[in-house]
């Protein structure tokens, strides 16, 4: 971060030699609120530890209510296959 600093003052100071403390002061005012937009930007599209819970806790419901009606479903269909193997079974039988 300190490199930086220094960096950032020699590019003030070349760029105001050649083009003027108001230009140059105009355009690192204008870097700097480009950057802060985009640092923004990016903050409100980024997930917070909330966000992921609720995410997974809801995830967790929905995975619990699908294996229920899985299971109420198997129940009606093997409950239906009985029925119907006990049915020509006792058919068979009958003749």
Do not use: C, H, P
Not at 45 to 53: F, H, P, Y
């Amino acid at each position: 971060m300190y490199l930086e600093a220094i960096e950032a003052a020699r590019l003030y100071q070349l760029l105001s030699d050649k083009l003027g403390n108001d230009t140059t002061e105009a355009m690192f005012k204008y870097i700097d609120n480009k950057i802060e937009r985009s640092v923004q930007a990016s903050i409100k599209s980024l997930a917070t530890k909330d966000d992921l819970n609720a995410v997974k806790y809801r995830l967790s419901e929905d995975i619990n209510e699908s294996k229920t009606e899985t299971i109420k479903w198997m129940f009606i269909f093997w409950a239906g296959q009985i029925v119907t193997t006990l049915t020509i079974l006792l058919l068979f039988i009958k003749k």
